[in-house]
T-cell receptor, first 116, second 111 residues
Framework: SAVISQKPSRDICQRGTSLTIQCQVD?????MFWYRQQPGQSLTLIAT?????????ESGFVIDKFPISRPNLTFSTLTVSNMSPEDSSIYLC?????????????FGPGTRLTVL | QKEVEQDPGPLSVPEGAIVSLNCTYS??????FMWYRQYSRKGPELLMY????GNKEDGRFTAQVDKSSKYISLFIRDSQPSDSATYLC???????????FGAGTRLFVKA
């Protein structure tokens, strides 16, 4: 298993500002994932972050809005830029410790973001 | 049509009841089926994992997969108030495709 921590756990931000969310894993992992979870909706993958390369973004998400850093194998950050109330959501980081094609994801506790 | 459909509930049952949670899906390529449990203000945690069709039992929890009907279920026997949480189904295809999550079903078990 993996122990994943996120900072901050929650924040209330003003429209137009940016927030950087940190994710720390207790073991080295190749890929880290960033998800958004809006009320009543499924987890939506924002991007996959590999150490040493550019993050891969899913359809509907762009690097200018959600820049990601992955400086080493245990840490990643997600920035939510130029925020609007529509960005209010829970943001989760995740790692996959499955073998081969088997997916076995572990999630951090999430960052609850409210944009006013 | 969403790839994975899950009734959001809420589902409220008395303590000791048998709970049935379900998801349907449209992509026949899915081969790995998971159930996650998410307590309030926590991240999802992997509860059950099944490959292809069949049943898998772990204590009070049983996961079933019916690929012919594209239907998966999670049964909870002798439900407890501590089972109150949101349960998300998830599935993925072989070959490293991303995991697709259902919207989650909120379950309340009343003491």
């Amino acid at each position: 298993s993996a122990v994943i921590s996120q900072k901050p756990s929650r924040d209330i931000c003003q429209r137009g500002t940016s927030l950087t969310i940190q994710c720390q894993v207790d073991s080295q992992v190749t890929m880290m994932f960033w998800y958004r979870q809006q009320p009543g909706q499924s987890l939506t993958l924002i991007a996959t972050a590999n150490q040493g390369s550019e993050a891969t973004y899913e359809s509907g998400f762009v690097i200018d809005k959600f820049p990601i850093s992955r400086p080493n194998l245990t840490f990643s950050t997600l920035t939510v830029s130029n925020m609007s109330p529509e960005d209010s959501s829970i943001y989760l980081c995740s790692v996959d410790l499955g073998q081969g094609a088997k997916a076995e994801q572990f999630f951090g506790p999430g960052t609850r973001l409210t944009v006013l | 049509q969403k790839e994975v459909e899950q009734d959001p509930g809420p589902l409220s049952v008395p303590e000791g009841a048998i709970v049935s949670l379900n998801c349907t899906y449209s992509n026949s390529a899915f081969q790995y089926f998971m159930w996650y449990r998410q307590y309030s203000r926590k991240g999802p945690e992997l509860l059950m994992y099944t490959y292809s069709s069949g049943n898998k039992e772990d204590g009070r929890f049983t996961a079933q997969v019916d690929k012919s009907s594209k239907y998966i279920s999670l049964f909870i026997r002798d439900s407890q108030p501590s089972d109150s949480a949101t349960y998300l189904c998830a599935m993925s295809a072989a070959g490293g495709f991303k995991t697709i999550f259902g919207a989650g079903t909120r379950l309340f078990v009343k003491a």
